[in-house]
């Protein structure tokens, strides 16, 4: 049962940039057969692999803007969605279980116990 000390209302109306990430990634695979290495996410927006490891855990999109287009269009989805979720996601439904599975998940973990530290791109200046 969920109480005030486990409620987040961040992960219940909005998904993190890990989350967009994650599920652009998944329909890379879908797509293509095969996930994108970081390596090859970093050589696309021209930044290293361990900055492309640190966004997999970030709330928001990193700052540097200038990473934001080419992000966008490695994945083939809507800038404004992958930044910001403000935009449409790619497969609406699928994004729709994608995030239910994972908020399902989410309130486990805090209902035994283990809530995740939260990061966000102010945190880490990876970009």
């Not at 021209?46 to 997999?56: E, I, K, Q």
């Not at 990193?62 to 990473?67: F, K, L, Q, S």
Request: no cysteine.
């Amino acid at each position: 049962m969920l109480s005030r000390a486990t409620f987040d209302p961040f992960h219940v109306k909005h998904s993190r940039f890990s989350d967009r990430l994650g599920f652009a990634r998944w329909i890379y695979h879908l797509k293509r057969g095969e996930s994108p290495s970081k390596s090859e996410i970093a050589r696309a927006v021209d930044r290293t692999g361990p900055a492309v490891l640190a966004w997999m855990d970030l709330d928001e999109a990193p700052t540097d803007y200038r990473v934001h287009e080419p992000l966008a269009d490695f994945f083939g989805v809507d800038k404004e969605w992958i930044i910001s979720e403000k935009g449409d996601p790619p497969h609406k439904e699928l994004w729709d279980a994608w995030m239910a599975e994972r908020r399902s998940r989410a309130v486990a973990k805090r209902s035994q116990g283990g809530i995740p530290a939260k990061n966000s791109a102010s945190d880490r200046k990876h970009g």
